[in-house]
């Protein structure tokens, strides 16, 4: 008997011999695996690549990478842009992610709250996680009033000039935030005017002071919305909910009933997730 995991060897040593790949390598397909260089240098630039500053992330020679490419291409999990020529995740990267997300507790917690408060103040709700480009839509339930604005699961948010974006400002850890500012700016610089940086700075405070941030005809006029953060228990954005509505009928007062229902559903997410954690 080993007494430090109370198993009978006799008993270890059948289920090794039942599994082939137990206690050694187990053996793949290099192919895959090269492809799957292509996809991990693409992940970790968080942002459409060339041919050529693609290959050299996986270290392969740019003919060899442009054929693993269009296998790739021809399989949905990347997709070459045509005006740019850069390459990008494609749709069923995407898909794979969002299937990856719905396993997420905060987003199995939010799903059916959503739903019920568009239906309760008859606006429509988004769900916003953090994504590589910036507060990315990963729901999107429509309700109410039509809006003249392409509101769809993929939309990326900005960060200055959104209430989405200024709460993910708000919350997210320096270094995630910091990867989407970069990125929205494509890395020429910063998002907002130096002189204005005190008066976003400011904002953000505000917006950690009253749990919700509002957008007025901005940045889309005649559309205006309301965003608040759903964080975890150690007080961590996990994911920011909008409710989005034409400016003459949506209320985006501090404490009017859309921005009470808001806040109520967003501190009901995190709750879920504190039990699910216990």
């Keep these: 008997m080993d007494l430090f995991s109370g198993r009978n060897d006799d008993v270890s040593k059948a289920a090794k011999e039942s599994d082939p790949g137990a206690g050694k390598q187990q053996r793949g397909i290099q192919s895959v695996e090269v492809g799957g260089r292509l996809l991990q240098a693409l992940a970790t630039a968080r942002a459409p690549l060339a041919l050529s500053d693609l290959a050299a992330s ?149 917006i950690r002071a009253r749990g919700i941030e509002r957008g007025i005809d901005a940045p889309s006029p005649g559309i205006s919305s309301l965003a608040a953060p759903v964080l975890d228990a150690r007080g961590q954005l996990c994911l920011a909910l909008t409710v989005i509505g034409p400016s003459g009928a949506i209320d985006v007062s501090w404490d009017g009933p859309t921005a009470r229902a808001l806040q109520r559903a967003a501190r009901e997410i995190g709750a879920e997730m504190a039990a699910y954690r216990t």
């Excluded at 740019?84 to 507790?105: F, H, I, K, T, W």
């Excluded at 994504?131 to 948010?157: D, K, S, W």
Aim: one cysteine or more; glycine letters at 10%; aromatic letters at 6%.
């Design 58 to 206: 996986a270290d392969l020679a740019p003919g060899q990478a442009h054929a693993y490419l269009v296998s790739l291409t021809r399989l949905g999990l990347i997709k070459r842009d045509e005006l740019s020529g850069r390459y990008e995740p494609g749709p069923l990267s995407l898909r794979l992610g969002l299937m990856q997300l719905a396993n997420q507790p905060a987003f199995r917690a939010a799903v059916p709250r959503v739903a019920a408060l568009a239906e309760e103040i008859g606006f429509s709700v988004a769900i916003c996680a953090a994504g590589p480009q910036g507060p990315t839509i990963v729901r999107y339930e429509h309700a109410g009033f039509p809006l003249h604005v392409n509101l769809h699961v993929g939309t990326v948010m900005s960060l200055p000039a959104t209430s989405t974006g200024r709460v993910f400002c708000a919350y997210l850890a320096p270094d995630a935030l910091r990867t989407m500012w970069t990125n929205q700016s494509g890395g020429a610089g910063d998002l907002v005017e130096p002189g204005q940086r005190a008066s976003l700075d400011a904002t953000l405070d505000a």
